[in-house]
């Protein structure tokens, strides 16, 4: 730091009358302003990271919950599988199975290959 400047009884700090600007405190204003400049510019660029994440967080969590609403419903759905009279009306339905009828059940003892 610079001593005052005296002129008269009256202290003065800075410039006075007729001095003039030295080129280091036109570096230093220089350096201030492009301080300020990159702090702003980095501050931007994380706060635009940090949106990007938050939208990307978000859509993953609507992907979970869309997820977690499907295994709920196919939970359900195995439950009501899991019942005799619900397996017997999707059978039913399907054209290709039908019911066993025992009368046409045959069964064969003493074959061959069978163990006593």
């Known amino acids: 730091m610079q001593a005052p400047l005296r002129r008269g009884k009256k202290e003065t700090l800075g410039r006075a009358n007729g001095v003039k600007r030295t080129?280091?405190?036109?570096?230093?204003?220089?350096?201030?302003?492009?301080?300020?400049?990159?702090?702003?510019?980095?501050?931007?660029?994380?706060?635009?990271?940090?949106?990007?994440?938050?939208?990307?967080?978000?859509?993953?969590?609507?992907?979970?919950?869309?997820?977690?609403?499907?295994?709920?419903?196919?939970?359900?759905?195995?439950?009501?599988?899991?019942?005799?009279?619900?397996i017997n009306s999707v059978v039913g339905a399907d054209s290709s199975m039908v019911a066993l009828d025992w009368d046409d059940v045959i069964v064969v003892e003493g074959h061959p290959g069978a163990q006593r």
């Open 23 to 86: 080129g280091r405190s036109l570096l230093f204003g220089l350096a201030l302003v492009s301080l300020a400049t990159i702090s702003s510019l980095v501050y931007t660029s994380e706060r635009l990271i940090v949106e990007s994440m938050l939208k990307e967080n978000e859509a993953r969590e609507n992907a979970l919950g869309l997820i977690r609403k499907r295994t709920e419903k196919l939970a359900f759905d195995v439950a009501s599988l899991r019942s005799i009279t619900r």
